[in-house]
C-alpha cells in the first residue's frame, strides 16, 4: 500500500515499486481542514485537485487508489494537541504527531488489516532490515542530506520497520524528479507541499484565534529581573531565539529566552545568556524498542533543520530522558522533538519538555 498525496514523491515511490513487480495499491488518506465560510477546504494536501493528481497518477500506473476518511482521528491526534500546545506556550511540530498516530499508527494498521505486506510512503530515509551482526532493523538518513526525513521519523519501532518501505531513501530529489520525468508522471514538476497542511494557505496565528484565543492575547514582555519592557501580541507568535517583532527599544539585541504562560509572558534577555546545554524530554521512544541502561554518546538535533550536535542522552524513567550538549545552543525549544544519531543511524528520540537554566547544567 502506497500513501499518496498526489505529489512527486509519494507518486514516484509508487511508480518505482509497480515498475519492481509488486502489486500496489494506492492510497490517500483525507484530513480534517477547517470549512471556509464558502465551503471550500483550508487544507491543501487533499485537496480536490490533490486527490485528482493522485488519482491520476494511479491511473497510469494501472493501480488501485482509495480515498480513505481519517478527518476525526486527524483532528483528535493531530490538530487538538497543535493548538493545545501553543496554550501552553511550546511551539509544536504536528507532523511528529501524524506520522506516529496517523501515517505509521492509522494507515500502517489499516494496511496491514487488509493484508499488505508494506505500507510505503514518499519519506527521504533508508530501513535497514536486520543482518551483518545486527538482529534489530535500523532506520537511517536519507541519502540527500539536504532532505533527510529522518528526523520526522524517530518514532518508528521494530514492529512499525518491519512493514514500511521508503523507495526514495537511496535517492536525492533531483534524481526523484527525474524518475518522475522518465515515468511521464504529470506530477513531475509539481511544487512542495505545505508543512502544515490543515492550516493550508490561512496564516497559523489566524487559525489560532479561532480555536486558542488564549494562545494569542497580549500580555507584558519581561527581563530576567521580572522589568516590563513592553507588550506582546501574543505567546504563539514568539518561538525561543526570536529577535525580531519585539517591538522593544533596548541598548543591545534582545531575544526570546522563555514563554511564560502561567503569566502569558515573553521573557527576554541578551545573547550571552540565551544558549542552554541541557534539556529533559518525554514521549522518548528507541528505534531498537531498547533503552540505554547507562549515558549514552549521540549526536542530536533539536530541530528538523538543525544540525547534529554532540551531546549524552541519560534515561530518567517513565518515559524521559534529560539530554547534555557538549556545546551551548540558542534554541532548545519546548515542543519541538530532540532525536539522536549514531552516524547514519536515528536512535530515537522524544518531545522537548524544558530547558535547563545554565547554572544547573555547567
Known amino acids: 500500500m502506497v500513501a499518496m498525496s498526489g505529489g512527486v514523491d509519494s507518486s514516484t515511490a509508487a511508480a518505482l515499486l509497480v515498475e519492481q513487480g509488486h502489486e500496489v495499491i494506492g492510497v490517500m488518506m483525507r484530513l480534517w481542514a477547517e470549512p471556509h465560510q464558502e465551503g471550500c477546504s483550508h487544507n491543501f494536501c487533499c485537496t480536490p485537485d490533490a486527490v485528482e493528481s493522485a488519482r491520476g497518477v494511479a491511473t497510469l500506473l494501472g493501480i488501485p487508489f482509495f480515498l480513505l476518511n481519517v478527518e476525526e482521528t486527524f483532528k483528535t491526534h493531530v490538530v487538538e494537541p497543535f493548538v493545545a500546545a501553543y496554550a501552553a506556550g511550546r511551539t509544536p511540530n504536528p ?11 492509522y494507515l500502517l494498521r489499516h494496511a496491514r488489516g487488509l493484508g499488505a505486506d508494506l505500507l510505503v510512503t514518499g519519506h527521504y530515509a533508508r530501513v535497514l532490515p536486520p543482518g551483518d551482526g545486527c538482529e534489530r532493523y535500523r532506520l537511517l538518513r536519507g541519502v540527500d542530506a539536504s532532505k533527510d526525513q529522518s528526523y520526522v521519523l524517530y518514532m518508528l519501532g521494530q514492529e512499525a520497520l518491519a512493514h514500511v518501505c521508503f523507495p526514495l531513501g537511496e535517492f536525492t530529489k533531483a534524481q526523484v524528479r527525474e524518475m518522475a520525468r522518465a515515468c511521464m508522471l504529470p506530477v513531475a514538476e509539481r511544487a512542495e507541499s505545505q508543512d502544515l497542511c490543515f492550516v493550508g494557505g490561512d496564516d497559523y496565528r489566524r ?149 535547563i537554566p545554565k547554572a544547573k547544567s555547567q
Open 207 to 355: 487559525f489560532l484565534r479561532r480555536h486558542a484565543p488564549q494562545a494569542v492575547c497580549p500580555g507584558p514582555i519581561l527581563d530576567q529581573a521580572g522589568q516590563r519592557l513592553g507588550m506582546h501580541q501574543g505567546l504563539a507568535f514568539y518561538t525561543i531565539g526570536q529577535r525580531k517583532g519585539l517591538g522593544i527599544a533596548s541598548a543591545e539585541p534582545l531575544y526570546v529566552l522563555e514563554m511564560d504562560a502561567g503569566r502569558n509572558a515573553l521573557v527576554v534577555g541578551p545573547e550571552s545568556v540565551l544558549g542552554r546545554r541541557e534539556l529533559t524530554a518525554g514521549e522518548v521512544s528507541f528505534v531498537s524498542s531498547e533503552w540505554p541502561s547507562t549515558p549514552l554518546p549521540v549526536t542530536a538535533k533539536i530541530r528538523y533543520r538543525a544540525q547534529d550536535a554532540p551531546a549524552t542522552v541519560s534515561p530518567l524513567g517513565c518515559g524521559r530522558v534529560r539530554v547534555i550538549f557538549e556545546q551551548l545552543l540558542r534554541d532548545i525549544t519546548p515542543g519541538q522533538a530532540v532525536v539522536f544519531y549514531d552516524g547514519e543511524a536515528c536512535l530515537g528520540g522524544g518531545t522537548i519538555e524544558q530547558r
Open 95 to 105: 507532523c511528529l504527531a501524524c506520522n506516529r498516530h496517523i501515517r505509521f499508527g
